[in-house]
């Protein structure tokens, strides 16, 4: 049973690029989380969606950040115009269905570390 | 405001000594869950022990144990026996009961030296 599964590992992109990285949730699971980790700091919670639904993205940059978690595939965040700033690590993690993962932390993916150069 | 604080940036320690991680937290709710999760050079988020705001008996996990005082809002993280293995970043989190969000603290980077 793989478990929550990130891709990229690493993204590199210049300035003004668009990053795709990629989350596909553990088997059976229909909620996502994004959380976003700046260098020498804890994560910070970005979004949370279900599938075809986001339920709360207040922690989403107002501009150039989406995300989306279709039907059918894994859940994409999108940054577009990527600045230096937006250089950091990126985890996605996954639950079952709303408030069974809460217990127990969640599982996390291994995250996708962005640079922009 | 939800908060998590963790006072030491840094710590480091002799293999096979105990060390303790210091962890505070701002809440006004009731009921949460606290987490210990382990962050090693791999960037894997590695949950190392969990607490129910409403159990009074600390949670114990092997050699990693914790100290929960609701009313100081406190839950520091004692390792035993510390091995190699355990050097890390150390993130301390909690989550309201009902919420969706994880909420962490800055993080302490723990060395264990042979």
């Known amino acids: 049973n793989a478990g929550v599964m990130q891709n990229p590992r690493h993204l590199v992109r210049r300035r003004g690029q668009e990053a795709r990285l990629r989350c596909s949730p553990m088997?059976?699971?229909?909620?996502v989380y994004w959380y976003r980790q700046l260098p020498e700091e804890g994560l910070k919670f970005m979004v949370y969606l279900q599938k075809e639904n986001i339920i709360d993205e207040s922690g989403m940059p107002k501009e150039r950040f989406s995300a989306e978690f279709p039907k059918e595939g894994p859940s994409i965040l999108r940054i577009q115009q990527v600045v230096r700033g937006d250089s950091a690590a990126y985890f996605c993690?996954?639950?079952?269905?709303?408030?069974?993962?809460?217990?127990?932390?969640?599982?996390f993916g291994s995250g996708t570390r962005l640079t922009v150069v | 405001a939800q908060t998590v604080t963790q006072s030491q940036p840094e710590m480091s320690v002799q293999e096979a000594e105990t060390v303790t991680l210091s962890c505070t937290y701002d809440t006004s709710e009731n009921n949460y869950y606290l987490f210990w999760y382990k962050q090693p050079p791999s960037r894997q988020m590695i949950l190392v022990i969990r607490?129910?705001?409403?159990?009074?008996q600390n949670a114990t996990e092997n050699r990693f144990s914790v100290n929960f005082q609701k009313a100081a809002k406190s839950f520091s993280l004692k390792i035993s026996d510390s091995q190699l293995g355990d050097t890390a970043m150390y993130f301390c989190?909690?989550?309201?009961?009902?919420?969706?969000?994880?909420?962490f603290g800055q993080g302490t980077r723990l060395t264990i030296n042979p």
């Open positions: 993690a996954s639950s079952p269905s709303s408030g069974q993962g809460i217990p127990y932390g969640y599982t």
């Open positions: 088997k059976g699971h229909s909620h």
């Open positions: 989190a909690f989550i309201i009961q009902g919420a969706q969000k994880l909420v």
């Open positions: 607490q129910e705001a409403y159990k009074q």
